[in-house]
Nanobody, 124 residues
Framework: QLQLVESGGGLVQPGGSLRLSCAAS????????IAWFRQAPGKEREGVSC????????NYADSMKGRFTITRDNAKNTVYLQMNSLKPEDTGVYYC?????????????????WGKGTLVTVSS
């Protein structure tokens, strides 16, 4: 069964950090670009960050630049999202998604597989 599984969410105080993981099973990630999305309560889903299949290109939404870092370990078939200096507005369900294709860039559309999400709550 082909699936992506997110983990690492939880409750954290403002200014704290979390590291999310996106692990693939049933397929290898090295031919996929990976993107993280989040959906805050009452809001539409938005792209957070993405990484190309090789890891050579990354992209961040403006509000995440300097605070979030996306990396991948193809040997472990896992992509990570390190989130620092978290703010209450970062609260939401975080999803990872895979876009098949060995390309030099990454995008937030045309995703082939989605995980079920992990909840991040930033609150004091």
């Amino acid at each position: 069964q082909l699936q992506l599984v997110e983990s690492g969410g939880g409750l954290v105080q403002p200014g704290g950090s979390l590291r999310l993981s996106c692990a693939a099973s049933g397929f290898t990630l090295d031919r996929y670009a990976i993107a993280w999305f989040r959906q805050a309560p009452g809001k539409e889903r938005e792209g957070v960050s993405c990484i190309s299949s090789s890891g050579g290109r990354t992209n961040y939404a403006d509000s995440m630049k300097g605070r979030f870092t996306i990396t991948r370990d193809n040997a472990k078939n896992t992509v990570y999202l390190q989130m620092n200096s978290l703010k209450p507005e970062d609260t939401g369900v975080y999803y990872c998604a895979a876009d098949f294709g060995v390309r030099s860039n990454c995008y937030y559309d045309g995703m082939d597989y989605w995980g079920k999400g992990t909840l991040v709550t930033v609150s004091s």
